[in-house]
């Protein structure tokens, strides 16, 4: 079973500019979630989308988007790029559980993201 | 943003050697997942816990979720040089979300 695909692998991009990142979840995956790693701040939650709905959202400024098709793959975006957004930025899937229980997070490789 | 404490930050051990970490809540979970990371890679997933007080291993990695349900435990047995690098911990407070807060990770080096 294919995992999580995220493209592409590195960016750079240079302040004020707009990127879009993209995730294939794992097949029969309907939660995508997004997170951003940087040293300082660890793992933080961006947002959730299942059935093509933010479930979720995290405390990052609206610049941050994210969409989700009806295949279940996943992007998102963040326009007027600043220094601070570089970032690793990793999608996670996960699986249905038929509510017995929370579903773990199965991450993509990420998108390593240079904003200059 | 929100982080779990974790501890130790980051240790070195020698090969053969058991190792232990943890993570502590202020807030009460309901799903505790550890994950280990290589550079430059995503997380890759270890051990999900569901229930307070459960044991559960994969080979030679156990992890508890504790009986408080505010913290969980990783022990990795005669360690290997394979077993270097970041572990990180994940919390879920709200069931039915999708919303896990982070460990500061722990970072582990291997001496052979």
């Known amino acids: 079973k294919a995992g999580v695909t995220q493209t592409p692998r590195y960016l750079i991009k240079t302040r004020g500019q707009q990127v879009t990142l993209s995730c294939s979840p794992i097949?029969?995956?309907?939660?995508v979630s997004w997170y951003q790693q940087t040293p300082g701040q660890g793992l933080q939650f961006l947002f959730e989308?299942?059935?093509?709905?933010?479930?979720n959202k995290g405390n990052f400024p609206g610049r941050f988007s994210g969409r989700q098709f009806s295949n279940s793959r996943s992007e998102m975006n963040v326009s007027t790029l600043e220094l601070g957004d570089s970032a690793l930025y990793l999608c996670?899937?996960?699986?249905?559980?038929?509510?017995?229980?929370?579903?773990?997070?199965?991450f993509g490789n990420g998108t390593r993201l240079t904003v200059t | 943003g929100q982080q779990l404490n974790q501890s130790p930050q980051s240790m070195f051990i020698q090969e053969g050697e058991d190792v232990s970490m943890n993570c502590t809540s202020s807030?009460?979970?309901?799903?505790w997942l550890w994950y280990k990371q290589d550079p430059g890679e995503g997380p890759v997933l270890l051990i999900a816990?569901?229930?307070?007080?459960e044991l559960t291993s994969n080979g030679r990695l156990t992890a508890q979720f504790g009986i408080t349900r505010k913290d969980s435990f990783l022990n990795i047995s005669a360690s290997i040089p394979s077993d270097v690098g970041i572990y990180f911990c994940?919390?879920?407070?709200?069931?039915?979300?999708?919303?896990?807060?982070f460990g500061t990770g722990t970072r582990l080096k291997v001496l052979a």
């Open positions: 994940a919390g879920q407070a709200l069931a039915g979300t999708y919303k896990y807060i």
């Open positions: 097949s029969g995956h309907r939660s």
């Open positions: 807030s009460i979970f309901n799903t």
């Open positions: 816990l569901y229930k307070a007080g």
């Open positions: 989308y299942f059935s093509e709905t933010q479930r």
């Open positions: 996670a899937s996960s699986p249905p559980t038929g509510g017995l229980h929370n579903s773990p997070l199965h």
